[in-house]
Nanobody
């Protein structure tokens, strides 16, 4: 699975951005999809995940501000980020759990990362 993320950029505090990540390639199914981020000097952390049944999970730091969604027809996961804060500045990575064939084990794929900078 290849992942192409887009939508990062520079935004002022309080602003909004929408990240997208499209999966392509050969696969039998895509299960969980998610977004992670890594700020300078810090470890990568979970931001939000969404299951194939659209159950969602969020980091406490983004609850009520970020919304994760997916379009299964387009094999794409989105992250709508509102009320952005300077501490949201990070490289955001998408992650997909997928199976190549119905009998294959689940594999994890990562996108290339997209930079989000929140600054005035």
């Amino acid at each position: 699975v290849q992942l192409q993320a887009s939508g990062g950029g520079l935004v002022q505090p309080g602003g909004s951005l929408r990240l997208s990540c499209a999966a392509s390639g050969t696969f039998y199914s895509i299960n969980n999809m998610g977004w992670y981020r890594q700020a300078p000097g810090k470890q990568r952390e979970l931001v939000a995940t969404i299951t194939s049944g659209r159950s969602t999970n969020y980091a406490d730091s983004v609850k009520g501000r970020f919304t994760i969604s997916r379009d299964n027809a387009k094999n794409t996961v989105y992250l709508q980020m509102n009320s952005l804060k300077p501490e949201d500045t990070a490289v955001y990575y998408c992650n997909v759990q997928s199976r190549t064939f119905y009998y294959s084990p689940m594999t994890s794929s990562w996108g290339q990362g997209t930079l989000v900078t929140v600054s005035s």
